[in-house]
């Protein structure tokens, strides 16, 4: 029972954010159709920060969040966190209801191989873990922790210098792999704060304040971050982009930092591996054919 409502409140965060990502990638284009360069400088966002469409999304993300983390305390990361996928469905809907055009062929193929490929992802990640209770590793709150994180934002950051200086169709992509990155490690985190609670039994101890301190800063940074992915292209990208690296990387911190992955047969991890790439796959043809980026490009 407490699994099929992390369920639920996991997809009514997809809902959440992929009305969030329309209304802030619309907001972002406005905000940038006069400007020559596709880059959301900090007058442009004090400007969006002041903009109802903007803000209207911004309190989308928070809702979304919200239930997410509620998802996260009832259930293991890795079965909560890639329902996520669903949001991109909800955004192609959407944004096709707004433009009053139905997606190309090739936009469609690519989001069913995301969903298709995050949807087995979880089915597999959720492959015995569902029935066994975490505990805290002992050794987590040390080295093992700050070194995935340290590790996690390079990775961040080499996707944030694609975003920066690669090619133009591959702009998109760079800018929200570094955003999704960086709300994958803030995703993980917040799992093993709840762990902390629950093996303290307390609300809040000296342990927990890096924990909240690198949280918050994963969730700005990202949020600058989808702002760039934005103004380089289209919201549904940006969400394949979330949907797809987001859940990797949570679900490779919860597998290898926090012990989930002691359950999961070698069979089941080979089949995450191959629906991972499936996913991804998915993401590159979404965001290689998907008429806004064509247009730019």
Not at 170 to 194: D, E, I, K
Request: hydrophobic residues 55%.
């Amino acid at each position: 029972m407490v699994i099929a409502l992390a369920i639920c409140l996991a997809v009514l965060g997809s809902l959440s954010n992929a009305w969030a990502a329309v209304l802030q990638h619309d907001a972002v284009d406005d905000e940038l159709s006069d400007a020559d360069a596709r880059t959301v400088s900090a007058k442009r966002m004090l400007r969006l920060l002041t903009t109802p469409r903007w803000l209207l999304g911004l309190t989308m993300i928070g809702l979304g969040a919200a239930v997410h983390i509620a998802a996260i305390a009832l259930a293991p990361i890795t079965l909560v966190q890639p329902i996520g996928v669903l949001s991109i469905l909800f955004a192609i809907v959407g944004t096709s209801r707004q433009s009053r055009t139905w997606p190309a062929g090739q936009v469609w193929l690519g989001a069913i191989a995301t969903v298709i490929g995050l949807g087995v992802f979880t089915v597999c990640a959720a492959v015995g873990v569902a029935d066994h209770p975490m505990g805290l590793p002992p050794s987590l709150i040390g080295r093992d922790l700050w070194w995935a994180v340290i590790v996690l934002g390079l990775v961040s950051a080499c996707f944030a210098g694609l975003g920066r200086f690669g090619p133009g169709w591959l702009r998109c992509v760079g800018w929200a792999c570094a955003c999704a990155t960086l709300f994958g490690v803030a995703s993980a985190l917040m799992r093993t704060l709840t762990l902390m609670i629950r093996e303290q039994d307390r609300l809040l101890s000296w342990s927990m304040v890096p924990v909240l301190a690198i949280m918050a800063v994963c969730y700005l940074g990202g949020g600058w971050l989808a702002q760039q992915a934005y103004a380089s292209g289209p919201a549904v990208v940006v969400l394949s982009c979330l949907t797809v690296v987001d859940p990797l990387v949570a679900v490779g911190f919860g597998l290898v930092v926090l012990g989930e992955g002691h359950y999961i047969v070698l069979s089941a991890g080979i089949a995450m591996a191959i629906f991972a790439a499936m996913a991804a796959t998915g993401v590159l043809v979404l965001s290689r054919f998907h008429p806004e980026v064509q247009s730019r490009s």
